[in-house]
């Protein structure tokens, strides 16, 4: 069983945290639908829902297998309410497929906002 995983921060390639992807098969380039920014936090960015938005937010989309899930999950803090995993709508050529993110789980308030494409 495995899912997609669209990763927009310290897990991408050449990030900081990319070897948390090790052994998982990049899928390709991608950008969410418009109504996503990114904030950031403590050394690492948070993508929240921004009905405003315009312009989405960049970042790859993964094919991972259910171990390396788990291993994400944990490692995004979901059991300590950081993040939550959920469905979200990309762009083609990914429109139709079932991705989802780690949005950020708590209050962005006082954090900066960052655009739409984080540079570890
Ligand atoms: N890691 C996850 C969420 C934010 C972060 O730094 C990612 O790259 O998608």
Same mark, same amino acid.
């Given at each position: 069983?495995?899912?997609?995983?669209?990763?927009?921060?310290?897990?991408? !390639?050449?990030?900081?945290?990319?070897?948390?992807?090790?052994?998982?098969?990049?899928?390709?380039?991608? !950008?969410?639908?418009?109504?996503?920014?990114?904030?950031?936090?403590?050394?690492?960015?948070?993508?929240?829902? $921004?009905?405003?938005?315009?312009?989405?937010?960049?970042?790859?989309? $993964? !094919?991972?297998?259910?171990?390396?899930?788990?291993?994400?999950?944990?490692?995004?803090?979901?059991?300590?309410?950081?993040?939550? !995993? /959920?469905?979200?709508?990309?762009?083609?050529?990914?429109?139709?497929?079932?991705?989802?993110?780690?949005?950020?789980?708590?209050?962005?308030?006082?954090?900066? /906002?960052?655009?739409?494409? $984080?540079?570890?």
């Amino acid at each position: 069983m495995s899912s997609l995983v669209f990763v927009y921060g310290t897990l991408k !390639r050449g990030a900081r945290n990319h070897r948390v992807m090790a052994g998982q098969e990049f899928v390709g380039a991608a !950008r969410t639908a418009p109504g996503f920014r990114l904030f950031a936090l403590d050394g690492f960015p948070g993508m929240v829902p $921004w009905p405003d938005d315009r312009d989405g937010v960049t970042g790859e989309v $993964w !094919r991972v297998d259910a171990l390396a899930l788990q291993r994400l999950d944990a490692f995004e803090g979901l059991a300590e309410g950081l993040y939550r !995993r /959920e469905a979200i709508p990309l762009l083609a050529p990914f429109a139709e497929a079932n991705v989802e993110a780690y949005l950020y789980a708590r209050d962005i308030s006082g954090r900066a /906002e960052i655009g739409s494409t $984080w540079q570890d």
